[in-house]
């Protein structure tokens, strides 16, 4: 059983975070690493992101609904947006990152597995995509409840559990000393006026999980540079330089979006 | 020959978890009378009392117990309750809370305790005001003589002491609901300084004042009741009721629409109320034709 273990989620064709995550992660002696889903949207070259999470040894990969709607040539992401402004950037990117993606890849998401199981030092560990019981339920910070963690945990056998889909990152300890954490996203900033993105590092070393965000930074200007050559929204663009989000704004709480600028 | 009459089987419906309690801690006392109302509520409509403060507490412990994830208190108007400061604390203690109002009651010192309670607790804190219109004309002919400015008012108060309520539209006016109902309450909103606009739009419900707010015609037809094979696995997710109860002074009931609906009550305790649902109103029919979530 190793001792540290890398989870990230969103990587939303940003195959420019995705390396330096992955080069973090190994270079600080994580033994496995997780992706909880959503490989496209929002970036550009979503076939750049396969070659880096196919076929390697220590990463294991898991559908979001962004994979399975792409898997399944649907005709939108089933992000679970409610706002027609939020729809309609979302729609922009969805039919981007369809029209780019490959078969080959296409069919690899079509046949992740949706949830990861295991055991770590005794504890039964769970790894999901919005929630356990949704695959497109959004687990923010400010809008769960203890009780409800709680109740997560009891009705789906866990002491840990990992979610991602909100793309920002979040860690709880409930007083029973169970945990639940959202990894948050590599592809995009964490609305935070930060141009770097976050992984989770669990280290397993000590008596109970130790939970850390580790910032990443890449070359968010290539970035930004080629989503506009690809004729992405400015809205992304700017995104990716500036750290706040300018779209996908209405599903944020209230405490949530009071930290944005927008 | 005999005609026979086709017979209504209503869908049934399981509480797949409770995600969201309601607490109904007005009743259906309101400091307005608006013509929409779906319960009918106004100054002097006391079928619903407001809830004592030991009725709040029970419910949000017995909610506690079944892992709820966030509170919703609503009425009537919330903020005519003498403890709705006590009861915000209480819901506040284990979850996130959305209070529903009018607006007009928020004055300065009400506005800072809101906000401050916004930036102190370490869950949601979250006010949805009503507003019908982008004009005096338009909300007003709805709501209530002057109640456009009141109600502005009391918004300007709480983006004054740094709140961003969202503003709740019921689609009365059909067009409001379009884009341009939209861009016209995002420009009305951001020239009263509110940076970053919050919407959430709502159908109407045809029963209580609304069904009479047009004579004889506005209530629901025979046909709009739903059927068992109306409902997929997605529709019965997408029902609130599916996730949702209320409670009022009065006892629980499947969600906020129903409250003055003769025989949706379910008992006198949020526990009662744990328990499948037949969604035979014709209420029901709006919320799985439109969508309709009552939740922000």
């Given at each position: ?26 270079r600080r002696g994580a033994h496995e690493i997780y992706c909880l889903g959503d490989m496209g949207g929002f970036g550009p070259h979503p076939d750049r992101v396969f ?212 | ?5 086709p017979v209504h089987t209503p869908p049934t419906l399981d509480l797949q978890h409770l995600d969201t309690l309601w607490l109904q801690v007005t009743g259906t006392l ?267």
């Amino acid at each position: 059983m190793p001792d540290l273990i890398a989870l990230f989620g969103g990587v939303y064709n940003n195959y420019l975070s995705l390396k330096a995550t992955l080069d973090d992660a190994r270079r600080r002696g994580a033994h496995e690493i997780y992706c909880l889903g959503d490989m496209g949207g929002f970036g550009p070259h979503p076939d750049r992101v396969f070659p880096l999470l196919r076929d390697a040894k220590d990463l294991f990969v898991m559908q979001g609904n962004y994979d399975h709607s792409i898997g399944h040539r649907l005709d939108d992401c089933a992000c679970g947006y409610t706002d027609p402004r939020d729809n309609h950037f979302a729609q922009v990117s969805y039919d981007y990152t369809l029209a780019h993606t490959a078969d080959e890849h296409k069919d690899w998401l079509r046949d992740l597995p949706t949830h990861f199981r295991r055991q770590w030092r005794g504890r039964d560990v769970l790894l999901a995509h919005g929630s356990p019981r949704r695959v497109n339920e959004f687990l923010w910070e400010s809008t769960c409840s203890d009780a409800f963690l709680a109740h997560l945990l009891d009705a789906h056998g866990a002491d840990l559990l990992f979610v991602t889909h909100t793309g920002i990152p979040w860690h709880r300890r409930l007083p029973d000393g169970r945990q639940v954490i959202n990894v948050g996203a590599i592809g995009r900033p964490a609305n935070d006026g930060r141009t770097s993105v976050d992984y989770a590092l669990v280290d397993l070393s000590g008596d109970e999980p130790s939970v850390t965000f580790c910032p990443v930074s890449y070359d968010h200007h290539r970035l930004a540079n080629e989503m506009r050559e690809e004729g992405l929204p400015e809205e992304f663009a700017e995104t990716i330089l500036t750290g706040w989000w300018t779209t996908c704004l209405e599903i944020l709480p209230a405490k949530e979006r009071h930290r944005g600028r927008y | 020959m005999t005609a026979i009459e086709p017979v209504h089987t209503p869908p049934t419906l399981d509480l797949q978890h409770l995600d969201t309690l309601w607490l109904q801690v007005t009743g259906t006392l309101c400091n307005l009378a608006c013509l929409h109302c779906f319960i009918s509520c106004g100054p002097k409509n006391d079928s619903h009392e407001f809830m004592e403060l030991s009725q709040v507490q029970e419910a949000i412990n017995d909610a506690v117990a079944q892992g709820v994830k966030e509170f919703y208190f609503t009425g009537g108007e919330p903020f005519m309750h003498p403890e709705i400061r006590e009861m915000i604390d209480a819901a506040l203690a284990h979850g996130p809370l959305t209070i529903l109002t009018n607006g007009i009651l928020i004055d300065d010192d009400l506005a800072r305790w809101l906000a401050d309670r916004f930036h102190q607790s370490r869950y949601s804190l979250d006010l949805r005001v009503s507003l019908d219109g982008t004009t005096p004309a338009e909300n007003d002919v709805i709501r209530g003589r002057n109640t456009f400015e009141k109600i502005l008012a009391g918004v300007d108060r709480l983006v004054a002491a740094g709140l961003n309520p969202v503003i709740t539209v019921t689609t009365c006016h059909a067009e409001l609901g379009g884009a341009e109902g939209r861009a016209r309450f995002f420009d009305l909103l951001q020239s009263r300084g509110m940076d970053k606009p919050r919407l959430k739009f709502l159908s109407p419900f045809k029963i209580g004042r609304e069904e009479r707010r047009h004579g004889g015609d506005g209530g629901y037809q025979p046909y709009e009741l739903l059927r068992e094979s109306d409902l997929d696995d997605d529709a019965r997710d997408a029902l609130q009721c599916s996730s949702c109860r209320m409670v009022t002074s009065k006892g629980s009931y499947p969600c906020p629409i129903l409250i003055e609906v003769e025989d949706a009550r379910m008992g006198d305790t949020l526990d009662d109320a744990l328990k499948p649902i037949e969604l035979n109103h014709p209420a029901c029919y709006t919320c799985f034709v439109e969508g309709v979530t009552c939740r922000t």
